[in-house]
């Protein structure tokens, strides 16, 4: 069983930073960051496979950055220069397959609030 648990989560003005954390039962072959907003789809933020390869949506390019501590079992999200778009809940996923299967470990996510 794989467990999720994201942390991190919070207020902050735009302009800010955060960054979340996700502990995970272990490190799988594809991690991933998807956020969903009020009233909107979920969307995929970043990913990250167990060689480091990374992707991102084009909206946060440049100020987001996905990281993972293979040791600690840790995934991180760094988030730079947040704006009020970036309001939503955060998810950690993970999958044993290629990133682009699907992921099928969820985390309960985490609340990330940006105010304009």
């Known amino acids: 069983q794989v467990q999720l648990v994201e942390s991190g989560g919070g207020s902050v003005q735009a302009g800010g930073s955060l960054r979340l954390s996700c502990a995970a039962t272990y490190i799988l072959y594809c991690m991933a960051w998807f956020r969903q907003a009020p009233g909107k789809e979920r969307e995929e933020v970043a990913t990250?496979?167990?060689?480091?390869?990374?992707t991102y949506a084009d909206s946060v390019k440049g100020r987001f950055t996905i990281s993972k501590d293979n040791v600690a079992s840790i995934l991180y999200l760094q988030m730079n220069s947040l704006k009020s778009d970036d309001s939503g809940t955060y998810y950690c996923?993970?999958?044993?397959?290629?990133?682009?299967?699907?992921?099928?470990?969820w985390g309960q996510g985490t609340l990330v609030t940006i105010s304009s």
């Open positions: 990250i496979t167990y060689d480091g390869t990374t």
């Open positions: 996923a993970a999958t044993w397959s290629r990133c682009s299967t699907g992921f099928n470990h």
